[in-house]
């Protein structure tokens, strides 16, 4: 065989598996094309409706990872819109109209730090040496403040507020009420748990979480609440309920004449500034 040939038969073969290769593309293309077509998911127009109604703070406050989450989860019926505590009354009645349901959100809500710890009220029970953060800390015999159920101060809350709305001062977090847009974001970081949402009007709240008592509390903290149960008595207006070694309030029926704020031995009832515009009619 001679080498034209030869170097005809050779390109006949690249041709050949050319083609072969060209055929195989053009095959996995139209495969690709129907199949996207067949299985095509279109984008819900109630999620994107959602969507444009939410803060678009993405803050996890809702448990989801983002707005794209909690909106997916409202979609499919599956959430609350009451779960986010960012998006304005006005956009919650929007998507509340989109979702066919009732809406049942009540007034603004703030976060406070359910702790009075300073360091010269609640001290140390060893010298934490490792990661700055209040987890780490946390995962060390439950923290080193005497106290069990006291702030840690490392700002694992202040890290994730998306509002700056959080300082630490003596190793206790104080949330801006004027800042704090309630997302949630500081209530998820917390491992002590102590970080809650009361009413933007409430006058007053407890800066304790210790469910312990008398002397067992005493032996550890200085301000923290005994559960003494002289605030339910002296409340004129029946707004608080002992659970737990805590006073609970009701404040659809606490006035804020600051008569436990009074009366607390312990000073645990802390008095809040309260805005004209945000003040409850009574």
Sequence with gaps: MNLLAVTAQ???????????????????????????????????????KILDNLAGANCGGCGCSGCNGFAKKLAEGCGNIDD?????????????????????SGERTVAVVHCNGLSENCGVKFEYKGNPVCSANNSLLGGNKNCS???????????????NAIEVTDR????????????????NACPKKIIGRIPA??????????????????SVCKVGCIACAICEKSCPHGAITMKDNLPVFDYAKCTGCLTCVEKCPRKIIISRKVTASETPEK
């Design 10 to 48: 050779t390109w006949i073969t690249v041709g050949i598996v050319s083609g072969i290769f060209a055929g195989t593309a053009l095959l996995v293309g139209i495969l690709i094309l129907l199949v996207g077509k067949i299985f095509k998911v279109d984008v819900d127009e109630k999620i994107s």
């Design 84 to 104: 986010c505590h960012v998006t304005s009354p006005e956009k919650k009645a929007e998507i509340a109209k989109l979702l066919g349901v009732e809406l049942q």
């Design 149 to 163: 159920f006291a702030c840690l101060g490392y700002g694992d809350c202040k890290a994730v507020c998306p509002e």
């Design 172 to 187: 206790l977090a104080h949330v801006d009420p004027d800042r704090c847009i309630s997302c949630g974001a500081c209530i």
């Design 201 to 218: 009007s409430a006058p007053v709240y407890v800066a304790c979480s210790s469910s312990c008592r008398g002397k067992e509390v005493t």
